[in-house]
């Protein structure tokens, strides 16, 4: 045997070894990769996706699935980018975002909401236990600053909003001020996440926001908006205005994975888990 043909030999079984250690570690990670499910968008409806993802990763071993916030409209971009398998959204897929990306949304229902007017506790034991439309308008557009106008204390009115891209923003702004691109000058603070409009809420004595029904109490009292109460009734029956559905969607016919996931959030065991972190079942 010559020097020649024993160093290609030689390589030869280098390739091999090389190429049977190349798929020892891709084909795990591939099928790692195919198990993953990622859900991103909506904070409003992050607790449902976070509680019902944990369960539904414990009950079956096909699939891992992961939860993470961002607002509404970062969760719509993120699977048109191909980027997550699910949106969380707190609000319909837009006419302007169907015309950016496509009209390839799949929609599902997965909760039903109010957007909550709360203020601190302070405030609604001085009096202040509803508003009328115009009374929040007035509000947030910086036209009335003193709860001593709407009959409660003597104190200046610190107003909390929520962040652009927000599901939650578009649906309050719409509602309660004709559009989702209306001027806010009377807000103080901008939130980002229900919790955090909780947090800036019940540790501050003269506050007004608005937020997900599941995070009323806690220091953050839910006030009557034109004379009906969030309530879960009212919400169910559509009687209180700021109601809402919850969705998650998709960008094209669902994955196996996210398909298995949307399914279980549907079925009676995920609706069971969102009535118990203070949603409304479908």
């Known amino acids: 045997m010559t020097i020649h043909s024993l160093l290609v030999g030689i390589i ?30 909506s904070s409003t409806v992050m607790p449902l996706a976070e509680v019902t993802a944990e369960q539904f990763n414990m009950l079956q071993k096909d699939y891992v699935v992961t939860v993470s916030a961002g607002g509404t409209g970062a969760g719509i971009l993120g699977i048109a980018e191909r980027k997550n398998d699910i949106a969380m959204a707190s609000r319909e897929v837009t006419e302007d975002e169907r015309q950016r ?19 601190s506790d302070e405030v609604y034991l001085a009096g202040v236990t509803g508003l009328s439309r115009q009374q929040v308008k007035d509000i947030y557009s910086g036209n009335i600053t003193n709860w001593k106008e709407l009959g409660g204390p003597d104190a200046e009115i610190y107003v909390i909003s929520r962040e652009e891209g927000s599901g939650t923003r578009d649906s309050f702004n719409e509602v309660v001020l004709g559009s989702r691109d209306a001027e806010t000058p009377g ?21 007004i926001g608005y937020l997900g029904f599941n995070y009323l109490g806690g220091g953050v009292a839910g006030i009557a908006f034109n004379g009906v109460a969030p309530s879960y009734d009212n919400i169910k029956l559509d009687l209180y205005e700021l109601h809402r559905h919850l969705y998650f969607y998709t960008f094209g016919k669902p994955t196996n994975g996210a398909q298995a996931f949307i399914d279980f959030v549907q079925g009676p065991e995920g609706q069971k888990m969102a009535a118990e972190e203070g949603f409304i079942p479908v």
């Open 12 to 41: 030869r079984n280098i390739i091999v070894i090389l190429l049977i250690a190349l798929q020892v570690f891709v084909i795990p990670w591939s099928a790692a990769s195919a198990r993953d499910v990622t859900v991103s968008g």
């Open 101 to 119: 990306f496509g009209d390839s949304f799949e929609e599902f229902l997965v909760g039903l909401d109010g957007i909550s007017l709360a203020v």
């Open 187 to 207: 807000v103080d603070t901008v939130a980002f996440g229900g919790a955090e409009v909780k947090t800036a809420i019940s540790g501050s004595d003269k506050a």
